[in-house]
Every structure is written in C-alpha cells, then in structure tokens.
C-alpha cells in the first residue's frame, strides 16, 4: 500500500503531511558530515539525532553518512542554504527530503519493529512545489529526481538504530509555491470546496519564504501566467544582516539563521555578552524587520496596481508569521489577509494536488 504525501522542500525546512494526519513533520533543512559520535545520554526522541546513511540515484555524493536537521543545527561546519541554491537540483535537500520520508514512513506504520525483514519498504506518490521563477524550467527534473528507489539507514539515531528503509516513490506532481496555499485555503480535506470567493475569485498570494517570495495571481483557481512573478529574497536575507549587525555592535555570534529564529519566535531578545553584562538586540530585529516589511508591502501594492481585479492578498510562509505586525503597520488599509498556520499552507496543498490527481487517474480506469 503506498501513501500519498505532501512534501515541501523548502530551504529553511523541510515539511512533510501524509494523508489522514493531521501533524506535519518538519525537519530544519541543514546536514553536515555525519561520523561516528561519543553518546554520553541517548537523545529523547529520534528527530533530534538524525544520522543517517543515504543512497539515492539522484545524489551526486552517495553511501555518505550525514547528520540531519537538528543534529546537524548544533555543529559549527553545517550547511545552510545559499541564495545561490536550486532546490529543484540540490543534493541538501534531497537528502532532507528522504530522510523525512524515511522517519515518516517507519513511525506511521501499523506494525512496530519490523524486527524480522531485513529493509523496511515505504512506497509514496508525493505532491510538492517549485517557486514561480524556477517552477517551468525546473518541474521535471525535480520530479524525476524525486521518483524512483532510495534508500535510507539509520546509524546512532535512538530507536532507530540500524533501520534500513527503501523509500520508493511511485509519482511526483509538482506545483508552484503560492498557489497550492490558495487550492489549500479554498478547499475541505475531501477537496470540496470550503471558500467559494476564494475558490472562484482573483486572489493574490504573497508567500515569504527564506530565499525566495512568490506573488503567484490566481484566477477561478489557475495561475495567471501573465501577473504571477516571483522574488529573488526572501526572511534569510535580513536575517542574515541582523546577525551581523549584532556581531559587529555586541561581538555577539549567532552560529545559525535557526537560532536566530528561536530567539525570535520566543520573543527572547537579550543575550548574554561574554566577560560583559546582557544586552537587547530588539532594536536590531525591529529596524531590519520593518525594512523587509515596507519592501513586501511596495511589492504588493505595485502588484495590485496593475492587476486591479484581485480582490485580495493572502500573505503567509514563515515569513509573514514574523513580519505580520510590521507588514500590518506598513500597508495602511490595504486588504491583507493573513492565515494561522502559514509556512505549512503550501505542503497542505501539495498533498490536496496529489490527492486530486490520484482520484483523476483511477476515475480514468
Ligand atoms: N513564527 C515565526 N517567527 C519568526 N520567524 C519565523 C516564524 N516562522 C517561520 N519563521 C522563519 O521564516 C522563514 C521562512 O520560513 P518558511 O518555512 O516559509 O521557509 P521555507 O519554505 O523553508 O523557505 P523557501 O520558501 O524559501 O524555500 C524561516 O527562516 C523561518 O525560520
Ligand atoms: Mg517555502
């Protein structure tokens, strides 16, 4: 029996929802070189020591052993995205990717343990999206990249230990980042309609992400080919210059983007100088924060203006989660909607995508 889920490989994280759950699974998108470490006390949960040993057809590295997601976020030498990087092509997030399937299939199965066979098997038809900008020139690579037999062993992670899994993945569609959240809002689990303005209305989307924007228009739920565009920059960039700002002000160094992010998400603003006394970089997050704000809120209204049948603008990802209340103080009385839950709005309607297109094809025959 395979499984059908929504996987979004985004360049901060990657998000995974199977049919029939409710929980996505998200796992930072970071690996570093994987070795053999000194467990002084076994972590609590395997999600927090993903090590693992990965063989895909499609990685031009393979049999390597990396550490994965928060494992790897702890390390000085992880590897976070670049601007510079393709998602559709990047080995990183390929090996995120399977070993979110991997984990993902292993604890969703009925049966515990498996302890007889010598590989676990889990077989997927995935839905999963491209931004705007790379999505007609990249979709078909990254669905065949996507497609066909992997294999993944877990190494020190706890109860995991030793697991070998064979992630076969029958069928990938791809849709374009933005509009599978706008197929998401309009729509109920069984894909009938919940939101008739939005199901056959002209909506704008603007999806904030970690390196890229989307500003897909939608239209009685098509893309408009003509209007949607897409934005190289994305929350990373300003997160980037907080960091350094707060370097250079308090000699102060945030090894990653995620523990920024933390700090952010908490609301926890001080930190500890060291041989010094604690300090605010409030002021810092609030003046770079407000500048991405005013440049999404000018991209939308530019947007707006010459395409004045939209009716209104979604605004989510996870970076309209941390800029909602500046954007809000930006736009003035512009019609900005914003939803909860909003970086998993996309990986919902991939998952919505391909359930769409498996009913189609056994109602073909
Ligand atoms: N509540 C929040 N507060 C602050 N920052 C957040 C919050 N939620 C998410 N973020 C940050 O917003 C950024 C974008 O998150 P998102 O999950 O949308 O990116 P992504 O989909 O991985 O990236 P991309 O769309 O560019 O591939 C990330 O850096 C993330 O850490
Ligand atoms: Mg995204």
């Known amino acids: 029996m395979y499984k059908i889920a929504g996987i979004d490989l985004g360049n901060d994280s990657i998000k995974l929802v ?67 990087d393709n998602k559709a092509l990047s080995d990183q997030s390929l090996i995120v990717a399977l070993t979110a399937l991997a984990y993902q299939g292993l604890v969703s199965q009925s049966y515990a343990g498996g302890g007889l066979s010598p590989m676990d098997e889990v077989e997927y038809v995935l839905g999963t999206g491209l931004p705007v900008r790379t999505f007609a020139r ?19 992670t706890p109860q995991l230990r030793g697991r070998r899994v064979k992630v076969r993945v029958t069928r990938t569609v791809c849709s374009i980042e933005g509009a599978a959240a706008v197929f998401n809002l309009a729509t109920h689990d069984n894909l009938q309609v919940r939101d008739d303005e939005i199901y056959s209305g002209c909506i704008g989307v603007c999806e904030i992400g970690a390196l890229t924007t989307d500003l897909p228009v939608i239209r009685r739920m098509g893309i408009d080919n003509h209007f949607s565009y897409g934005e190289q920059l994305g929350i990373a960039t300003y997160l980037d210059s907080i960091i350094r700002d707060v370097e250079d002000v308090y000699g102060y160094s945030f090894p990653t983007r995620a523990k920024l992010v933390q700090r952010v998400k908490n609301r926890d603003f001080v930190i500890q100088r060291i041989g010094e006394g604690q300090a605010s970089i409030q002021g810092i997050v609030d003046q770079y924060f407000s500048r991405a704000a005013q440049r999404i809120v000018e991209l ?30 930006a736009a003035g009385t512009m019609r900005l909607r914003f939803v909860s839950e909003s970086e998993l709005q996309n990986v919902r309607g991939y998952l919505k995508v391909a359930k769409s297109r498996v009913t189609q094809a056994s109602h073909a025959g």
């Open 18 to 84: 199977l049919d029939g759950a409710q929980d996505a699974l998200v796992i930072p998108n970071i690996v570093s070189t994987g070795y053999d470490r000194h467990i002084l006390q076994e972590e609590d949960s395997p999600l927090k020591a993903l090590d693992v040993v990965v063989y895909s057809p499609a990685l031009s590295q393979n049999n390597k052993r990396w550490f994965v997601g928060t494992l790897a976020t702890e390390l000085e030498d992880s590897l976070e995205l670049e601007e510079t």
């Open 300 to 329: 939308i209204r530019k947007r707006w203006k010459k395409c004045p049948d939209i009716q209104c603008y979604y605004v989510i990802g996870g970076g309209a989660a941390a800029l909602k209340s500046y954007i809000l103080e």
């Open 138 to 156: 990249f979709h078909e690579a990254f669905e065949k990249r996507l497609t066909g037999e992997h294999e993944v062993t877990f190494m020190s």
